[in-house]
């Protein structure tokens, strides 16, 4: 069975980190592109970040720019997202996405809340 399981949200004060894994189970996800996006309540669905299957290219949205890393462990069919100087804008649901057109995978997310 096809599964993508995110993991590491939590509830965390404004400045503080956390870090996201997403794993890929019942198949090889080495290949893939990888994707984070977030929903906030009452918000579309916004892209985070995404990173090559090789984890040489890397993109990032303006808004997480130099606060976020994506990274990647093939060996472990792993994506992780570091949060850093987290804001209360940051809050919301995290999915991890796959993609190898036209295979299109997503997680069901775990929720991050930035909060004092």
């Known amino acids: 069975q096809v599964q993508l399981v995110e993991s590491g949200g939590g509830l965390v004060q404004p400045g503080g980190s956390l870090r996201l894994s997403c794993v890929a189970s019942?198949?090889?996800?080495?290949?893939?592109?990888m994707k984070w996006f977030r929903q906030a309540p009452g918000k579309e669905r916004e892209f985070v970040a995404d990173?090559?299957?090789?984890?040489?290219?890397?993109d990032y949205a303006d808004s997480v720019k130099g606060r976020f890393t994506i990274s990647r462990d093939n060996a472990k069919n792993t994506v992780y997202l570091q949060m850093n100087s987290l804001k209360p804008e940051d809050t919301a649901v995290y999915v991890c996405?796959?993609?190898?057109?036209?295979?299109?995978?997503w997680g069901q997310g775990t929720q991050v809340t930035v909060s004092s």
């Open positions: 996405n796959a993609r190898n057109s036209p295979q299109n995978y």
């Open positions: 019942g198949w090889d996800a080495s290949r893939y592109t």
């Open positions: 990173i090559s299957w090789s984890g040489t290219i890397t």
